[in-house]
């Protein structure tokens, strides 16, 4: 069963661009985000990363999980290359060597990590580049058996510049980061799952089961207790034992006061 048909709501589609390549669909407390460019293999476009900006600043502040996922066979190829080339892109436009310009793509990924929300990649095919930076910007992976991640951009003369350096180097070390990075080689399903980059991998026929059941048992643990939970967790790799300490009393203090008032 659908997660989202469990809150009694239908899901409803949100308006975004029609360049973006994107479509977004809300049902109470789940969004679900899908790249929408099946005939490209949902390369990754500026418009696209521009849309996924305004989701996050847009988005209903009843939404506690967001599901992002590909159309077609596959979650991403990557970036579009044909915003290298002499015409652009879809839109016409251009890479532009501006610290703003790239700090505003990065935007659409930033927010996936906010408190406020979990945030699920659902992983089929296989997710590349930005497609794989997009998995790393999530909470939680879930990959199908035959699936693989790839960081292409250094065989390509880039970068990886979508916030995917620091959450793949604190999962699987700099040694590993630099070996998956530096050859640009597949990283298939089972290694992913051992190295860390996915949490759960099943058979393809059933990632939907696998997601549904991943996205209800989210929801079904306290709302305010999961975002205070989730700020803790992210404050932990960079606090010391006493700091930690400090926080978790804080939002303990704060949730048991809540709980009293409530």
């Not at 497609?131 to 292409?152: E, H, I, N, P, S």
């Not at 860390?196 to 089961?209: F, H, K, N, Q, S």
């Given at each position: 069963m659908d997660a989202r048909a469990e809150q009694g709501e239908a899901p409803v589609a949100v308006e975004t661009p029609a360049e973006a390549g994107l479509r ?121 058996d035959d699936a693989w991640y790839c960081m292409k951009e250094p065989a390509l003369g880039l970068v990886p510049d979508l916030t995917g350096t620091k959450p ?95």
């Amino acid at each position: 069963m659908d997660a989202r048909a469990e809150q009694g709501e239908a899901p409803v589609a949100v308006e975004t661009p029609a360049e973006a390549g994107l479509r977004l669909d809300v049902a109470g407390p789940v969004a679900t985000i899908t790249l929408d460019r099946p005939d490209k293999r949902n390369a990754m476009t500026f418009a696209m990363w521009r849309a996924l900006a305004r989701i996050g600043e847009t988005l209903p502040g009843s939404v506690r999980v967001v599901v992002v996922r590909g159309a077609g066979k596959a979650f991403s190829a990557g970036i579009d290359l044909g915003m290298f080339s002499g015409g652009g892109g879809p839109s016409g436009e251009h890479p532009q060597d501006d610290d703003r310009f790239i700090a505003e793509l990065q935007a659409g990924y930033t927010w996936l990590r906010r408190p406020e929300v979990v945030t699920v990649a659902a992983v089929h095919g296989y997710a590349i580049g930005a497609g794989f930076q997009l998995a790393l910007a999530c909470d939680l992976r879930v990959m199908t058996d035959d699936a693989w991640y790839c960081m292409k951009e250094p065989a390509l003369g880039l970068v990886p510049d979508l916030t995917g350096t620091k959450p793949l180097v604190e999962i699987v070390g700099l040694n590993r980061a630099m070996d998956i990075c530096l050859t640009a080689r597949k990283v298939p399903a089972a290694e992913a799952e051992r190295l860390g980059l996915a949490e759960r991998v099943v058979p393809a026929a059933e990632l939907d089961t696998a997601v549904d059941e991943l996205v209800s048992a989210l929801l079904a643990v306290n709302a305010d207790a999961a975002v205070a939970t989730k700020r803790l967790l992210q404050q932990a790799p960079d606090n010391t034992l006493e700091e930690q300490c400090a926080a978790e009393r804080r939002e303990q203090l704060q949730r048991l006061r809540s709980m009293r008032q409530g």
